[in-house]
């Protein structure tokens, strides 16, 4: 059996739930924050068999969607009289970063 735990954006969570739902898997939704942006996304952990890993990494890929995002760079530490003009950077972030991991027990009490 494997956990695959997956990282999205918010908008795409719930689609990709209801399609995992449909499919017949049991997910398993948190609120979680990325450590660049500081902004909300969605780590969904979806407990299933082997076999079955593809298909949910392929219903993953298929409902999120990459984005372009700019945002301001934290700014860098000053000297007195020195001044800084943030520039808003271009990040590209991913569909969904997915790790899949073995379980070593699943119990349903
Ligand atoms: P349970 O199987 O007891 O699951 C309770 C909660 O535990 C689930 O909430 C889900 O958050 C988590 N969970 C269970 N198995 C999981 C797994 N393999 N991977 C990740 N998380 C897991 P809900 O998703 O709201 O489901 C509530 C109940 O609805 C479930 O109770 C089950 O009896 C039924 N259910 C869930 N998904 C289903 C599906 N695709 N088809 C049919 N029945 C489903
Ligand atoms: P964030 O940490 O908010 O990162 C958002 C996007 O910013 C990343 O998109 C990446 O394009 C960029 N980025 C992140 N850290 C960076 C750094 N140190 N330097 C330059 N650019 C950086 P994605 O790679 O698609 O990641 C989306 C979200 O997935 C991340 O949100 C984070 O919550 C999670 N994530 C990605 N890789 C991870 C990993 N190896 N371990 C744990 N979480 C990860």
């Known amino acids: 059996?494997?956990?695959?735990?997956?990282?999205?954006?918010?908008?795409?969570?719930?689609?990709?739930?209801?399609?995992l739902t449909h499919a017949g898997y049991r997910a398993t939704t948190i609120s979680?924050?990325?450590?660049?942006?500081?902004?909300?996304?969605?780590?969904i952990f979806v407990g299933t068999e082997?076999?079955?890993?593809?298909h949910v990494?392929?219903?993953?890929?298929?409902?999120?969607?990459?984005?372009?995002q700019y945002v301001n760079p934290l700014p860098p530490v000053m000297e007195p009289g020195e001044m800084y003009l943030p520039t808003p950077v271009d990040v590209q972030v991913g569909g969904a970063t997915v790790f899949v991991l073995d379980v070593s027990q699943f119990e349903q009490f």
């Open 50 to 54: 082997d076999e079955n890993v593809p």
């Open 57 to 68: 990494l392929e219903l993953i890929q298929e409902n999120c969607q990459t984005r372009r």
């Open 1 to 19: 059996m494997k956990l695959v735990m997956g990282i999205v954006q918010s908008d795409d969570a719930g689609r990709l739930v209801d399609a």
């Open 32 to 43: 979680t924050t990325g450590g660049f942006l500081r902004q909300g996304n969605a780590t």
